[in-house]
């Protein structure tokens, strides 16, 4: 494997583990429950982007059927769709957990921003 890229064998439509050497239809099933580490952490360690796709053509087929067949596509379909300078999303109530995370972040942001304009 060269770092940056995982190998894929189209007669398996299987990836290549890079810790063990098997071939899984799913990599990111596999890293996860037996080698015990999260699919980030496997991208990092091999250096994968994160548009990489770790699970085969085959795997993907059969999940986006089942989820056509349980209707998934349809809920998502009639969320609210919020387009650049619409202010409705202003109308919705977000938790205290959600404030607090946004109130420090944006301070952060704010807090950077005077340090980079004073050097």
């Known amino acids: 494997m060269s770092y940056g890229k995982v190998e894929y064998d189209d007669n398996l439509d299987a990836f290549k583990c890079e810790i063990c050497g098997k071939w899984f239809h799913s990599l ?58 619409d202010n409705t999303i202003q109308k919705y109530k977000r938790s205290a957990e959600t404030l607090i995370y946004l109130k420090e972040r944006f301070y952060k942001i704010a807090k950077n921003k005077k340090i980079d304009n004073k050097n």
């Open 28 to 85: 990111s099933h596999h890293v996860h429950f037996i080698h015990g580490i999260t699919i980030n952490e496997y991208r990092k360690r091999f250096g994968l982007a994160k548009s990489t796709p770790l699970i085969s053509y085959f795997e993907r087929q059969k999940h986006r059927e089942r989820e056509i067949k349980k209707g998934t596509f349809r809920r998502l379909k009639s969320r609210p769709s919020f387009k650049k300078g």
